[in-house]
T-cell receptor, first 115, second 113 residues
């Protein structure tokens, strides 16, 4: 496809379960970002990859959150022992290069509901 | 640290009326500023961006924004609203490293006929 895709689109998890969210960026895009969007809020930065290197993970809210991009393409955001406050839409974005002059293209998001 | 404030969480206009969505920023370095639109169940789409080339920036769908350094503002306007403009709008600034985006809380635009 031409855009960023994310799967699953919706995920319901019981509190305490582990979840894995997948992002397929646009082919050839060097940079990949994860954002968390709580209900009624703007997206908040979680982490950033340049190719396979995770250059910034300052936004990850706890050590229960872990992201990887082992081959510099597909990325997975994993949340261990989910809590209710993890309920949010998780957005993935990719850009052709590094730096703000490159447009970030967003996927449709994964809506995570923790019950 | 960079931050963005969007004044008004909800704006309602009539079809054909002027759209004005307000955004003020705080940045310790010359900022890159962005406006994104989000339709229900869709990803964010870039409307326009300011990168210091010109203070008046034209974007898609007839939107434009003016960078005013003295007012630290980057308000989004459209002369004539269309029903299809109803969506959530986010203003954003790039972080100091120039990678991640810092978003405002968003403004919901409603357009009535």
């Amino acid at each position: 496809g031409a855009g960023v895709s994310q799967s699953p689109r919706y995920k319901v998890a019981k509190r305490g379960q582990d979840v894995a969210l997948r992002c397929d960026p646009i082919s050839g895009h060097v940079s990949l970002f994860w954002y968390q969007q709580a209900l009624g809020q703007g997206p908040e930065f979680l982490t950033y990859f340049q190719n396979e290197a995770q250059l910034d993970k300052s936004g990850l809210p706890s050590d229960r959150f872990f992201a990887e991009r082992p081959e510099g393409s597909v990325s997975t955001l994993k949340i261990q022992r989910t809590q209710q406050e993890d309920s949010a839409v998780y957005l993935c974005a990719s850009s052709l290069g590094a730096g703000p002059s490159y447009e970030q293209y967003f996927g449709p998001g994964t809506r995570l509901t923790v019950t | 640290a960079q931050s963005v404030t969007q004044l008004g969480s909800h704006v309602s206009v009539s079809e054909g009326a002027l759209v004005l969505l307000r955004c003020n920023y705080s940045s310790s370095v010359p900022p890159y500023l962005f406006w994104y639109v989000q339709y229900p169940n869709q990803g964010l789409q870039l409307l326009l961006k300011y990168t210091s080339a010109a203070t008046l920036v034209k974007g898609i769908n007839g939107f434009e924004a003016e960078f005013k350094k003295s007012e630290t503002s980057f308000h989004l306007t459209k002369p004539s609203a269309h029903m299809s403009d109803a969506a959530e709008y986010f203003c954003a600034v790039s972080d100091q490293a120039g990678t991640a985006l810092i978003f405002g809380k968003g403004t919901t635009l409603s357009v009535s006929s």
